[in-house]
């Protein structure tokens, strides 16, 4: 999930629309990063059964429950904090796409209203004018 909302940052932060974000990044940090998650905890001695909750057995000490926070909750909260972070922008982004789309469509419909102007002007200064002078006319 994160892998997609940064790629959609991506692409508001002026990105070239279509442009393939470069997953041999994502893959090298999001390895390297789960594996000194998981690196740091086993070198500790606290892995094991937990529950449904973490792979860090809390039974173990405190120095379990503190890798249980730096390793499992500390990022997990971080990766919730940085989507909620790429949606406002996302959203952001949408909204002034929005605002763009309707003033260029009150523009157009200015220009049209402008050109249908010009038109009438020109309709009328060019209709033949009638009863001009030097016509033969029986007023006397």
Request: glycine share 12%.
């Amino acid at each position: 999930m994160s892998m997609a909302a940064s790629s959609l940052m991506g692409v508001g932060a002026g990105n070239q629309f279509g442009q393939q974000p470069d997953v041999r990044r994502f893959h090298a940090v999001i390895w390297s990063v789960s594996a000194v998650l998981v690196a740091a905890p086993w070198a500790g001695g606290v892995l094991g059964p937990a529950g449904a909750w973490c792979w860090i057995d809390a039974s173990k000490g405190r120095a379990a429950q503190a890798f249980r926070l730096l390793c499992f909750y500390l990022p997990l909260w971080a990766i919730i904090a940085f989507e909620v972070v790429v949606y406002y922008r996302i959203i952001r982004r949408l909204m002034a796409v929005s605002r763009l789309a309707e003033a260029t469509k009150a523009l157009r419909a200015g220009m049209r209203q402008e050109e249908d102007a010009r038109a009438s002007a020109r309709a009328v200064l060019q209709a033949p004018r009638g009863g001009g002078s030097g016509g033969g006319g029986s007023e006397g």
